[in-house]
Nanobody, 123 residues
């Protein structure tokens, strides 16, 4: 059974940084990609970033490019989202997810999801 467990959310001031982690277990991940999505109250879930497990190719939403960095640690089966220069509009529940569709930004391509971690950017 595949499990994705996020951690690292919290409250941070505008301009601050957070690093989210997503620990994966229960599957061979080499043919999968991992993504981060977020959902703010009253809004649709939106794509943030994705990384191919095999070759490390990365994809970003325009709203976070240059501020967020997705990375992976193959030995730990863990994906990270380093978030810098955070803005109040980054406030949301952040989810990690898994897909066989490399480079997908569509949430319905992802078939396994974590429980989410809250990120709040506020002074």
């Amino acid at each position: 059974q595949v499990q994705l467990v996020e951690s690292g959310g919290g409250l941070v001031q505008p301009g601050g940084s957070l690093r989210l982690s997503c620990a994966a277990s229960g599957r061979t991940f080499s043919s999968y990609a991992m993504g981060w999505f977020r959902q703010a109250p009253g809004k649709e879930r939106e794509f943030v970033a994705a990384i191919n497990w095999s070759d490390g190719s990365r994809y970003y939403a325009g709203s976070v490019k240059g501020r967020f960095t997705i990375s992976r640690d193959n030995a730990k089966n863990t994906v990270y989202l380093q978030m810098n220069s955070l803005k109040p509009e980054d406030t949301a529940v952040y989810y990690c997810a898994m897909t066989r569709t490399y480079g997908s930004i569509r949430y319905f391509d992802y078939d396994c999801w974590g429980q989410g971690t809250q990120v709040t950017v506020s002074s």
